[in-house]
């Protein structure tokens, strides 16, 4: 079975500050992984997705995120927080054929 | 490219009426999704297309949702007769050739539909 599990509902950081924004996985065979964006009133942008060539990924607007097989783990980071980085982040994977979304992680980011 | 556009951005309507929704996507796109975003969650596909046929209906309900694609590009989605329940950002999404890793979804930016 496929499953997506987000630990932290709500993340606050200050401005200039590092982001980490955890995810673990299930899944039954090597899952592609994803970490989508959500703007208020947007749709999902993807941020950055896990091929197997490269445990570390690199995406967009300075986000990258590290596959830990033995962790089952995908944690998005990023080095300094922008303002325009508070939204709502998702983390999904592949299932038969669609995507699996965890419950998303609210980042605030304080001036 | 033009991106996935929807039809209407936001919807109020009483329980027990009927409302639709419209997907246009990506040109090209052999692969449409509709999600539902239910406030505070991640999304929950509902339905999935390849060209014109389903390829995934399992968690939709059917007793009272619908979809439909025809000609394989547009979409509708359809709720009659609508709960309280049904509350909720719903999301298209289109990609090249289903999900992988080299043909992520590409999304639009939803109907949110209030049911009172």
């Known amino acids: 079975a496929q499953s997506v599990t987000q630990l932290d509902s709500h993340v606050s950081v200050s401005e200039g500050t590092p982001v980490l924004l955890r995810c673990n996985y299930s899944?039954?065979?090597?899952?592609?992984l994803f970490w989508y964006v959500q703007h208020p009133n947007k749709g999902l942008q993807l941020l950055l997705k896990?091929?197997?060539?490269?445990?570390l990924v690199k995406g967009i607007n300075g986000f990258e995120a590290e596959f830990k097989k033995s962790e089952t783990s995908f944690h998005l980071t990023k080095p300094s927080a922008h303002m325009s980085d508070a939204a709502e982040y998702f983390c999904a994977l592949t299932g038969a054929n669609n995507l699996f979304f965890g419950t998303g992680t609210r980042l605030t980011v304080i001036p | 490219e033009a991106g996935v556009a929807q039809s209407p951005r936001y919807k109020i309507i009483e329980k027990r009426q009927s409302v639709a929704f419209w997907c246009n996507p990506i040109?090209?796109?052999?692969?449409l999704y509709w999600y539902q975003q239910i406030l505070g969650q991640g999304p929950k596909l509902l339905i999935q297309f390849q060209n014109n046929g389903v390829v995934d209906d399992s968690q939709l309900p059917k007793d009272r949702f619908s979809a439909e694609r025809l000609k394989g590009v547009d979409s509708t989605l359809k709720i009659q007769p609508a709960k309280l329940e049904d509350s909720a950002v719903y999301l298209c999404?289109?990609?090249?050739?289903?999900?992988?890793?080299?043909?992520?979804?590409?999304f639009g930016n939803g109907t949110r539909l209030t049911v009172t």
């Open positions: 999404a289109s990609s090249a050739v289903g999900v992988r890793e080299d043909s992520p979804l590409h």
């Open positions: 040109s090209g796109h052999a692969t």
């Open positions: 899944s039954s065979y090597s899952p592609s």
């Open positions: 896990y091929t197997s060539a490269a445990t």
